[in-house]
């Protein structure tokens, strides 16, 4: 018990110190996921040893962690986004990457793995990580953008017919037997969901009660949640179903209870899921990666990423040309999304360990898969960040004026680094200005800004000084006098 104590203790500091270590890259450019992923390989077993994952009570810390993170996952996906238009044409061309998948791991003769480890190896190769990418997209302000509406669309189905593919062809189950139990399974889940309405009557004071309750110190509506959860995770564990599948119905129902949301309950389950039990199974889940192995084995590492991207990526990218919703969207639009659908870890984690728990995949080849998932979520946020910033800078433009003469490299190259700083000094007021989160790296600049300024004789002004003065939330004292004075009296918000 000791050592798990010990253990746990060294996860959440690794869990604290990721988001500023996060934040030190401007704009944040990658996600905090790696760092803890990366960190738990590190000082995992395989590595320092110092998080040593072989006692019952983290497994069981992981589990929950994996169910919070796709409940979430479920939650966030609106029925809507994959019945939609976009949606049946993102399911259309989920079946497309599948079939390509299988097809591939066939034709070409892919020895490495065969049976359960070749059909999991299939599915890996058409995950997305939209649970990962939801918060991206908010960070980046993407979610109402066409780039955004298509990465939900794709991603969402990338995040669930993977997890449906899961439970019927990994199972050891024939698949008219596995249909049935899937059958029964999402029955109950279909009753659960329209209790509200059957029970509209009858269970009229007990919602009322929830409701009033909902902000003492009871949580009734968060311990229905966890209850709902851990209810479908056993259900799904006793028709020997993943548990992965468990989790994302609880979040479908979840979001049938409220389909507008609920910010406050929102908050809740995020100060619990994101608090703790998620980066906890990230920092856990990286501890049983041995990188050393993964890094030995350089051909199955860049394989792996090289099928995702022609699989995943490629069927996205032609779906979205064909697609008369996504046709108009710009060359740099389709590449963002299609790259962003690409992005391919918790999945692959959870695959991963249903293969080698059945005996059918080596620990070595599933550190390897991981770490490429991992780096995914590692290198294409960095590489949409870049397109983006270089969208308006046209270099063929550039390159043609060179050649004619007209203008030397030298002053274009000056030209084209002004008009980027002036763009991301613009960026970094107008966060300040609305009293948004920015990053170490950001206020850092800001600071030499400022600095230059002053060098200069140039008095900066009273709004510059505040900004300069903002705290590490990243909100300057005008604004937070006036959150101040627009929130309610009494006990807050």
């Not at 390989?41 to 810390?61: D, E, F, H, M, Y």
């Not at 209790?195 to 003492?216: D, N, P, Q, V, Y």
């Not at 040309?321 to 590449?335: A, D, L, Q």
């Not at 590490?472 to 959150?483: I, L, M, Q, R, T």
């Amino acid at each position: 018990m000791i050592s798990q104590l010990v253990s746990l203790s060294v996860i959440m500091l690794v869990a604290s110190l990721a988001p500023f270590v996060a934040s030190l890259i401007p704009g944040r450019a990658i996600p905090e996921v790696v760092f803890l992923v990366f960190a738990g390989a590190l000082l995992g077993p395989s590595g320092a040893n110092i998080i040593r994952t072989s006692g019952g009570a983290l497994s069981l810390v992981s589990e929950l962690g994996m169910a919070f993170l796709f409940l979430m996952a479920g939650y966030e996906i609106k029925p809507s986004e994959i019945v939609g238009t976009i949606g049946k044409h993102a399911s259309l061309c989920w079946l497309a990457s599948l079939a390509a998948a299988i097809g591939l791991v066939t034709l070409t003769g892919f020895s490495r793995f065969t049976g359960m480890a070749g059909v999991a190896f299939a599915i890996m190769l058409t995950t997305t990580a939209y649970g990962t990418l939801a918060p991206i997209m908010r960070d980046r302000n993407l979610t109402d953008t066409r780039v955004g509406r298509a990465v939900t669309a794709y991603g969402a189905t990338g995040e669930v017919l993977p997890v449906i593919a899961m439970s019927l062809l990994l199972s050891t189950r024939s698949i008219l037997l596995t249909l049935i139990v899937l059958g029964l399974f999402f029955f109950v889940c279909i009753r659960i969901a329209r209790l509200s309405r059957s029970t509209a009557k009858a269970g009229e004071k007990f919602r009322h009660f929830i409701a009033s309750s909902a902000g003492s110190r009871t949580y009734t509506d968060v311990r229905l949640v966890v209850l709902l959860l851990v209810f479908l995770l056993a259900l799904a564990a006793m028709f020997d179903l993943d548990t992965v599948l468990g989790a994302f119905a609880a979040g479908f129902v979840l979001r049938v209870f409220f389909p507008d949301g609920n910010p406050g309950l929102e908050e809740k389950l995020n100060a619990i899921g994101n608090g703790f039990l998620i980066p906890a199974f990230f920092v856990i889940s990286g501890a049983g990666i041995d990188l050393l192995a993964a890094f030995q084995d350089p051909w199955l590492l860049l394989l792996f990423i090289g099928m995702l991207i022609a699989v995943r990526g490629g069927s996205v990218a032609i779906s979205l040309k064909v697609n008369p919703e996504t046709r108009t969207m710009s060359g740099n639009e389709r590449f963002v999304t299609s790259a962003y659908c690409v992005m391919a870890l918790p999945l692959v984690v959870a695959i991963t360990q249903v293969v080698v728990d059945a005996g059918e995949m080596s620990s070595s080849d599933a550190s390897v898969l991981v770490t490429a998932g991992a780096i995914t979520v590692l290198v294409i946020p960095v590489v949409t960040s870049l397109v983006r910033i270089a969208e308006p800078i046209h270099p063929v433009l550039d390159v043609s004026e060179i050649a004619h003469g007209r203008e030397s490299f030298e002053h274009i190259a000056e030209r084209r680094h002004s008009e980027v700083e002036a763009a991301r000094r613009e960026f970094i007021r107008e966060r300040m200005r609305r009293g948004r989160d920015f990053s170490s790296g950001e206020y850092l600049a800001r600071l030499d800004e400022l600095h230059g300024k002053m060098e200069q004789g140039a008095p900066s002004s009273d709004d510059e000084a505040s900004s300069a003065g903002a705290d590490a939330s990243g909100a300057s004292p005008e604004a937070k006098a006036d959150h101040r004075a627009d929130a309610p009296s009494g006990d807050g918000e």
